[in-house]
T-cell receptor, first 112, second 113 residues
Framework: EDQVTQSPEALRLQEGESSSLNCSYT??????LFWYRQDPGKGPEFLFT???AGEEKEKERLKATLTKKESFLHITAPKPEDSATYLC?????????????FGRGTQLTVWP | NAGVTQTPKFRVLKTGQSMTLLCAQD?????MYWYRQDPGMGLRLIHY???????AKGEVPDGYNVSRLKKQNFLLGLESAAPSQTSVYFC????????????FGPGTRLLVL
């Protein structure tokens, strides 16, 4: 069965303190791995899509990487506005059309 | 370009009441999805549609029905609401089903008493 596990569940960082969020997955053939950001009371906002091992994508202070078993979301010199829940989702070759399997998310808090 | 919109934002129902959640997208996407999000769990797929006039069951379809009469709209119905359906409901859409980004609406918070 396809599974997605995110760690840690919660992370508190001081402003400027870099760190990484982990998303490990078990799927029957990866079609794509998606990172979303979710602010309280809002819908998930798309950040990145990664398709194959070794791929990397960057956006401002965020960098997403992908291996055959996991993905990392690296946050460099975070600011308080980066505080949010970060969701990881995978789409597998064996899944219902287009279905995304979501992890439970990592709640990131960045304090000044 | 509003993207994906959902109506209403918040609703309180009594057990046994019915209601319809409306999702609309203006991106001309073929595929639309309904998810629910509960504390401590990832988003779970309820129903989805691969085009106008088509619907299919997702992971947790029991107690819900859907309709896609127009390409831009996807309706989620609860015929007889139960407390277990208290959740936040998100609609999403994508151009195609494979390797395409799903774009989410702002959500509908539903409380069933």
């Amino acid at each position: 069965e396809d599974q997605v596990t995110q760690s840690p569940e919660a992370l508190r960082l001081q402003e400027g303190e870099s760190s990484s969020l982990n998303c490990s997955y078990t799927v029957s053939g990866l079609r794509g791995l998606f990172w979303y950001r979710q602010d309280p009371g809002k819908g998930p906002e798309f950040l990145f899509t990664l398709y194959s091992a070794g791929e990397e994508k960057e956006k401002e202070r965020l960098k997403a990487t992908l291996t055959k078993k996991e993905s990392f979301l690296h946050i460099t010199a975070p600011k308080p506005e980066d505080s949010a829940t970060y969701l990881c989702a995978v789409q597998s070759r064996g899944s219902t059309l287009g279905r995304l399997y979501f992890g439970r998310g990592t709640q990131l808090t960045v304090w000044p | 370009n509003a993207g994906v919109t959902q109506t209403p934002k918040f609703r309180v129902l009594k057990t046994g009441q019915s209601m319809t959640l409306l999702c609309a997208q203006d991106m001309n996407h073929e595929y639309m999805y309904w998810y629910r999000q509960d504390p401590g769990m990832g988003l779970r797929l309820i129903h989805y549609s691969v085009g106008e006039g088509t619907t299919a069951k997702g992971e947790v379809p029991d107690g819900y029905n859907v309709s896609r009469l127009k390409k831009q709209n996807f309706l989620l119905g609860l015929e007889s609401a139960a407390p277990s359906q208290t959740s936040v409901y998100f609609c999403a859409s994508s151009y195609r089903e494979t390797r395409e980004t799903q774009y989410f609406g702002p959500g509908t918070r539903l409380l069933v008493l």
